[in-house]
């Protein structure tokens, strides 16, 4: 199976900053890859998919960039409801799922 | 608006079975791949299994093959997650997914997601 190695574990930082999560995947995956952002008690939710699609009603200071086994969620201004864990996940299709092990952006 | 409700979890003994439901509204139903995805409490995200519009593949993570059956009922709109022989590491929420695309295979990226279920096997 493709495993996902997300860095760092925990980020702190403050309203305003510009913040970039890693997500190495251990062998070629394309652009088959996801981001979801998570806060405490909620699901998920959808924020990338093809490294760098923004799904729809997600706010534009999300970007994802990156191919083949690095990828890159950069939140360009940090907001203070963007304070959450962030996964990312990969669907190659001949692999099953995988996600990273989370991210967690607290307050500095 | 997509919605997916999840239900039939508890507080189970290990070796006991549970099956989960989901019911899916707000899109058509038999046009995507369904999936579950569990959460340990405070850990991350784990896929557990997926079938495609209509059940002609189904996958399931090794952590539970040969325990959990996942099936669909397109005409009641309904995802469905059978679970036997549980384990105390099984015990987690576990969320109904929507695939974000069509198409052949069953593995897309998750654009809906229930609010979970918390499975719990204790005795």
């Known amino acids: 199976d493709i495993q996902l190695s997300q860095s760092p574990s925990t980020l702190s930082a403050s309203v305003g900053d510009r913040v970039s999560v890693t997500c190495r995947a251990s062998?070629?995956?394309?652009?088959?890859l996801a981001w979801y952002q998570q806060k405490p008690g909620k699901a998920p939710k959808l924020l990338i998919y093809?490294?760098?699609s923004l799904e729809r009603g997600v706010p534009s200071r999300f970007s994802g960039s990156g191919s083949g086994t690095e990828f890159t969620l950069t939140i360009s201004s940090l907001q203070p409801e963007d304070f959450a864990t962030y996964y990312c996940?990969?669907?190659?299709?001949?692999?099953?799922?995988?996600f990273g092990q989370g991210t967690k952006v607290e307050i500095k | 608006e997509v919605r997916l409700v999840e239900s039939g979890g508890g507080l189970v003994q290990p070796g006991r079975s549970l099956r989960l439901s989901c019911e899916a509204s707000?899109?058509?139903?038999?046009?995507?791949?369904m999936h579950w995805v569990r959460q340990a409490p405070g850990k991350g995200l784990e896929w557990v299994s997926g079938?495609?519009?209509?059940?002609?593949?189904?996958d399931y993570a090794d952590s539970v093959k040969g325990r959990f059956i996942v099936s669909r009922d397109n005409a009641k709109n309904f995802l469905y997650l059978q679970m036997n022989s549980l384990r105390p590491e099984d015990t987690a929420s576990y969320y109904c997914?929507?695939?974000?695309?069509?198409?052949?295979?069953?593995?897309?990226?998750?654009?809906?997601w229930g609010q979970g279920t918390l499975v719990t096997v204790s005795s």
């Open positions: 997914v929507k695939v974000g695309e069509l198409g052949a295979t069953i593995y897309y990226y998750f654009d809906s």
């Open positions: 079938i495609n519009w209509n059940s002609d593949i189904v």
């Open positions: 996940q990969h669907y190659y299709s001949s692999s099953r799922y995988t």
């Open positions: 062998q070629n995956i394309n652009n088959w």
């Open positions: 093809l490294a760098s």
């Open positions: 707000g899109f058509i139903f038999d046009d995507y791949a």
